[in-house]
């Protein structure tokens, strides 16, 4: 097929086929919506087959402005800890607080991970030797943390960010919603 025998309707169902057939999925939607990553149980993840937990960093574990995790953030990791969950940080980040949270609260990490594209969420996957299918990403963010867990064929789970501090971070947050509300209505939401 041509360029000159596409028309704009059939346009972008081209496109999505031409992904699909690479392998790669342009899906914004979650497979589950949860507030905040301590409602995520390991009964919850065994249930689904996961045994690999990727988490996004700022705004997902804590918040940008600091390092000092919440309470129940270190009672859940503590609970993870003790179960048969991997976890690992997949970070879009450069900064070096990153590495050290995670040196510190004992978790693997990934920086410079490119979400939405799949390099980090890949690397992770090989790391720890998991198919897709048995793994998990949850982060705060629908166009990186979304849609590069869905392109890379693993489960999707969104939270809630802790704090949209600026003007950009809530500007995104209000383009996300309606993929929010269509998620929602699908009735992926955890219960």
Known sequence: M????????SLSAHIFYEMESKGMSFVLL???????????????LEQHNISLLMLDFDN????YTTDIPTEAFCRWLQTMAESQIQLCVVSNSRKPRVQVFCKKYGIDCITHARKPFCKGIKQCLQRYGVQPGEAALVGDQIYTDTLGGNSAGVQTILVR?????????????????????????RRIDYE
Do not use: C, Y
């Open 60 to 63: 997902t574990i804590v918040p």
């Open 161 to 185: 960010a802790i704090d949209n501090h600026n003007f950009w971070l809530k500007l995104r947050h209000l383009l996300e919603k309606p993929f929010i509300f269509a998620a929602r209505k």
């Open 30 to 44: 979650p497979d589950m919506i949860v507030d905040n990553v301590t409602q995520i149980t390991p009964a919850l």
């Open 2 to 9: 041509g360029r000159e025998d596409l028309n704009p309707s």
